[in-house]
T-cell receptor
Framework: EAQVTQNPRYLITVTGKKLTVTCSQN?????MSWYRQDPGLGLRQIYY???????DKGDVPEGYKVSRKEKRNFPLILESPSPNQTSLYFC????????????FGQGTRLTVV | AQKVTQAQTEISVVEKEDVTLDCVYE???????LFWYKQPPSGELVFLIR??????QNEISGRYSWNFQKSTSSFNFTITASQVVDSAVYFC?????????????FGTGTQLKVEL
């Protein structure tokens, strides 16, 4: 079954404690990205990757890092989380050609206290 | 810059009523794509439709229909004979050639509540 898998689904952490949210896809897609969803703001892109070792900033990259060492994995790293990063996070995967439908993971609800 | 506006924050209807969700977009790209996604209470994002800027034909899929009007930069979504299972947040989104050609710019969403 084609899917995008994120872990964990829920996470409560404290300010400053580094964390990683994992994302894996089994569709051999070139393009992967991370979005955050906040009330009244919709979803906003944090980072994207067009292929292995190729990453770039989206609209709201501050406070986040990503890496793309393998095609299937695209982890999101928060080196020093702060309360304003409390949000619902989605990983998305798309084929390399432009303007395609995005396949989303189940979401990770992160709370930073 | 790209922008998607969903002016309706929340809509409540009674089951079997028809309901239209509005979406207005802005882009400088001459080629672009429009999408609708559904987010049920369980939280996942479900793809509903993708339409390119050269195809202005309306589309119907069961109880769902979409009206794309380039002249007014709108891509509205109508649910006919709504059902309780249609209760969800609906997002309209746009992609062009920024962000590697696959970045989705989302609207703020419309919460649809369908009551018995």
């Amino acid at each position: 079954e084609a899917q995008v898998t994120q872990n964990p689904r829920y996470l409560i952490t404290v300010t400053g404690k580094k964390l990683t949210v994992t994302c894996s896809q089994n569709m051999n897609h070139e393009y992967m990205s991370w979005y955050r969803q906040d009330p009244g703001l919709g979803l906003r892109q944090i980072y994207y990757s067009m292929n292995v070792e190729v990453t770039d900033k989206g609209d709201v990259p501050e406070g986040y890092k990503v890496s793309r060492k393998e095609k299937r994995n695209f982890p999101l790293i928060l080196e020093s989380p702060s309360p304003n990063q409390t949000s619902l996070y989605f990983c998305a995967s798309q084929p390399g050609r432009a303007n395609t439908e995005a396949f989303f993971g189940q979401g990770t609800r992160l709370t930073v206290v | 810059a790209q922008k998607v506006t969903q002016a309706q924050t929340e809509i409540s209807v009674v089951e079997k009523e028809d309901v239209t969700l509005d979406c207005v977009y802005e882009t400088r790209d001459t080629t672009y794509y429009l999408f609708w996604y559904k987010q049920p209470p369980s939280g996942e994002l479900v793809f509903l439709i993708r339409r390119n800027s050269f195809d202005e034909q309306n589309e119907i899929s069961g109880r769902y229909s979409w009206n794309f009007q380039k002249s007014t930069s709108s891509f509205n979504f109508t649910i006919t004979a709504s059902q309780v299972v249609d209760s969800a947040v609906y997002f309209c989104a746009l992609s062009g050639f920024t962000g590697g050609g696959n970045k989705l710019t989302f609207g703020t969403g419309t919460q649809l509540k369908v009551e018995l």
